[in-house]
């Protein structure tokens, strides 16, 4: 699929900048657990770098609050509903983060957009911010992705290579 990044940077890739990684998503709803899903392929490439935390979020609503004021840069992976051609892939940077989140599977659940909130009004939003997500293409109940969205795994790991390379520089 991808090197690892560690074969990739540089040996002077030391840096006091925290980067977490959090895949969000309900893995019982097929392609909503995106996310997640994508988590045993980025702790594949991404082994034991300093300074990267990859992190199952699942639908842990404020218990993300923690990794999210930690991270100096922080990357998102979910399913985003953003009404696209399904299996589209869609990047998201700092600011516009807020006004797009992934799909919400009841009213009662914390959305990542809450998260992101509350870290902003305790001062402790992180320095850059990117969300890498996929347009669903089903929502039924189900453990796997769907053909569409699988087909996007090795696209969206390689966004999240390249985006550490870029900070990395």
């Known amino acids: 699929m991808v090197k690892k ?10 840096t006091n900048k925290q980067i977490n990684i959090i895949g969000i998503g309900n893995t019982l709803y097929s392609d909503e657990g995106v996310g997640v899903h994508l988590i ?5 490439v991404l082994p034991e770098i300093p300074n990267i935390e990859i992190i199952e979020g699942n639908t842990d609503g404020m218990k993300l609050l923690g990794p999210v004021e930690d991270a ?46 509350a870290a902003r009004l305790r001062d402790k939003l992180p320095e850059k911010m990117v969300m890498f997500g996929v347009q669903p293409e089903s929502f039924e109940l189900g453990l796997e992705l769907s053909e569409t969205v699988k087909n996007k795994v090795p696209e969206v790991v390689n966004l999240v290579v390249e985006q550490i390379r870029h900070w990395s520089e």
């Open 72 to 117: 100096d840069y922080l990357i998102i992976i979910d399913a985003i509903n953003a009404g696209k051609k399904p299996g589209t892939v869609i990047t998201i940077r700092d600011e516009e983060i807020p006004k797009y989140f992934g799909v919400k599977m009841s009213i009662h659940q914390i959305g990542f957009q809450e998260i992101l909130f």
């Open 5 to 14: 990044v560690s074969e990739m940077l540089s040996k002077e890739f030391i």
């Open 40 to 44: 045993p392929y980025l702790n594949e």
